[in-house]
């Protein structure tokens, strides 16, 4: 089960670290964070809509998702 767990957090590092890299405009799907982090790609989906309702991504057609820029707070 400790092979389990390093290999999910292994996958995340991962995730984390292909996530950080993008700049804005740069776009991935979850099929593709799947493949590169070893995570399945529901979870992958779960964490980039959550990346998008945190206003960083930005869901374009067929499940890709852009990285967005982080704005300050509208005033």
């Known amino acids: ?3 389990l767990v390093l290999s999910v ?8 670290r292909r996530l950080v890299a993008m700049q804005v ?3 991935i799907c979850a ?6 982090s070893g995570l399945s ?3 992958c989906r779960a964490v980039l809509a ?3 309702r945190a206003g960083l991504m930005a869901q374009k ?3 890709t998702f ?3 820029r982080l704005l300050e707070s509208e005033s």
């Open 31 to 36: 099929s593709d964070a799947a493949e590169e």
């Open 9 to 16: 957090h292994d996958g995340f590092d991962r995730l984390q």
């Open 66 to 68: 852009i990285r967005r």
């Open 50 to 52: 959550g990346l998008e």
């Open 25 to 27: 405009g740069d776009a």
């Open 61 to 63: 057609g067929g499940g």
């Open 41 to 43: 790609e529901e979870v």
């Open 1 to 3: 089960m400790d092979h």
